[in-house]
């Protein structure tokens, strides 16, 4: 059973500094991709990033220059570096495994997810 586990969230102040992990267990493909997503309150579910085989990246605008994603294969773990944090950051953060393509932020093409890690930016 593949389980993803994600860490590191918190409360910090506006252009702060939070670095995500997400773990997974039971996960054996390293020939995919793995994406990170958010949800704020009362707003819809938005892609942040992609990372897939190779450590080829893909970001959304809003985060491009600030997000940066990072994979360790032999851990089975995802990053998510975020720097120079806003208020608008606030959210709830969750990894996804099992993608195939790089140029996409749709939530379809992932078959496994995490939990989320709540992200708290005060201005």
């Known amino acids: 059973q593949v389980q ?3 860490s590191g969230g ?3 102040q506006a252009g702060g500094s939070l670095r995500l992990s ?3 267990s039971g996960y054996t493909y390293s020939n995919n991709c793995w994406g990170w997503f958010r949800q704020a309150p009362g707003k819809e579910r938005e892609g942040v990033g992609t990372i897939c085989t190779g450590g080829d990246t893909y970001y959304a605008d ?3 220059g600030r997000f940066t994603i990072s994979r360790d294969n ?3 773990t995802v990053y998510l570096q975020m720097n120079s944090l806003k208020p608008e950051d606030t959210a709830i953060y969750s990894c996804a495994a099992g993608g195939v393509r790089l140029l996409s932020l749709s939530p379809r093409q992932f078959r496994y997810w995490g939990q989320g890690t709540q ?3 005060s201005s």
């Open 22 to 24: 997400c773990a997974a």
């Open 74 to 76: 032999a851990k089975d």
């Open 10 to 12: 918190g409360s910090v």
């Open 4 to 6: 993803l586990v994600e």
């Open 119 to 121: 992200v708290t930016v």
């Open 62 to 64: 809003s985060v491009k």
